[in-house]
């Protein structure tokens, strides 16, 4: 499974960026998540989606990030709203088989990974 992540950017803080994640090759039951990476941090899970269109968007992010993906499950939005300097990271788009709930989702590794998108938050 190919993945290419895009829509990062910069943006002032409370505005709003879309990540794109483009997976044409995905199929059942791959479930693609989104992650992130600040400097000098380790890389943290953010949201999932299975082919059902069943979510999970971890704790801290509910509210403000919201994982979806198009008809043709073949890409994946990560939409951030109220966005903060915190939120500055390298953002990337994982995938897996999965076929679990998606509560348990951040208990295996994905399988795959595309290149990060730069979101960068002003203050």
């Known amino acids: 499974v190919q993945l290419q992540a895009s829509g990062g950017g910069s943006v002032q803080a409370g505005g709003s960026l879309r990540l794109s994640c483009s997976s044409p090759?995905?199929?059942?039951?791959?479930?693609v998540s989104w992650f992130r990476q600040a400097p000098m941090k380790e890389r943290e899970f953010l949201a999932a989606?299975?082919?059902?269109?069943?979510?999970y968007v971890r704790g801290p992010m509910k509210g403000r990030f919201t994982i979806s993906q198009n008809n043709a499950k073949n890409t994946v939005y990560l939409q951030m709203n109220n966005l903060k300097a915190e939120d500055t990271a390298v953002y990337y788009c994982?995938?897996?088989?999965?076929?679990?709930?998606?509560?348990?989702?951040?208990?295996?590794?994905?399988?795959?990974w595309g290149q990060g998108t730069q979101v960068t938050v002003s203050s």
């Open positions: 989606i299975s082919w059902h269109d069943s979510t």
């Open positions: 090759g995905r199929t059942l039951p791959y479930v």
């Open positions: 994982a995938a897996q088989k999965f076929r679990g709930p998606l509560t348990y989702i951040e208990e295996e590794k994905p399988s795959y």
